[in-house]
């Protein structure tokens, strides 16, 4: 996929003219994402970066959104993220939940802000830093519940974030409160997403929390059953 997305990337060069900023920045994206998707961060984060200066100059002309950049600003941050730059990772993260909040309320793009916000929790979770971390993904939840009501996210979304909060609550020893948020992590992640795939290592995973809280609560009976 990626050499025929720099055979494209060559043709809109050739061509670009007014508006071909738009195209061009998503070509990069592309590229970027091709990268990406094999482990390539390093080389990922140029044309990441190259589609969010490409798209920001479309956004000048009013024929980009707010949400076009943002998605390429946040596989900025993940990219740090996933080299270990976790101090350059989030302000990308934060800047990304900024211009969601913006396509949000303009575009009720609730899967971009819901992933915007996880992702700053999982920079804070990543640190050790729990209390913060549970104020972003209880923030990226919340979002995601209305998406999912609307059809808009996939239930495999929203269970990512309710097992990631429930970690918070366990790592910070409060086993009980971690509990629900368990449960709803395995009911979500049962659902599967918009095509039914379930993820079957997270829904394992938020399996395997619930017994080990129970497990910690001294209810071993509860936890043999997780």
Request: positive net charge; proline residues 1%.
């Amino acid at each position: 996929a990626m050499s025929w997305f720099k055979h494209t990337l060559d043709l809109q060069e050739t061509k670009h003219g007014q508006g071909g900023d738009i195209s061009l920045g998503t070509t990069c994206h592309k590229i970027g994402y091709c990268h990406s998707a094999v482990g390539q961060f390093q080389q990922a984060l140029p044309w990441y970066k190259r589609a969010t200066s490409l798209k920001e100059r479309g956004s000048a002309l009013g024929l980009v959104t707010s949400a076009d950049i943002g998605i390429s600003i946040l596989q900025i941050g993940n990219c740090y993220k996933s080299l270990g730059k976790l101090d350059e990772a989030l302000p990308q993260f934060k800047r990304a939940v900024a211009l969601a909040k913006e396509a949000n309320s303009n575009d009720s793009n609730d899967e971009f802000l819901g992933a915007s916000l996880h992702q700053v929790g999982g920079y804070y979770a990543t640190l050790g830093r729990f209390a913060q971390a549970i104020l972003w993904f209880t923030r990226a939840i919340a979002v995601k519940e209305k998406g999912y009501e609307h059809q808009r996210m996939s239930s495999a979304s929203l269970a990512k974030s309710l097992s990631y909060l429930g970690y918070c609550y366990a790592k910070l020893g409060r086993f009980a409160k971690a509990i629900p948020w368990f449960m709803r992590a395995v009911t979500a992640g049962e659902r599967g997403d918009e095509h039914g795939r379930i993820d079957f290592e997270s829904l394992g995973g938020s399996l395997h929390e619930l017994g080990r809280c129970y497990g910690m609560l001294d209810q071993f009976a509860e936890a043999l059953l997780w």
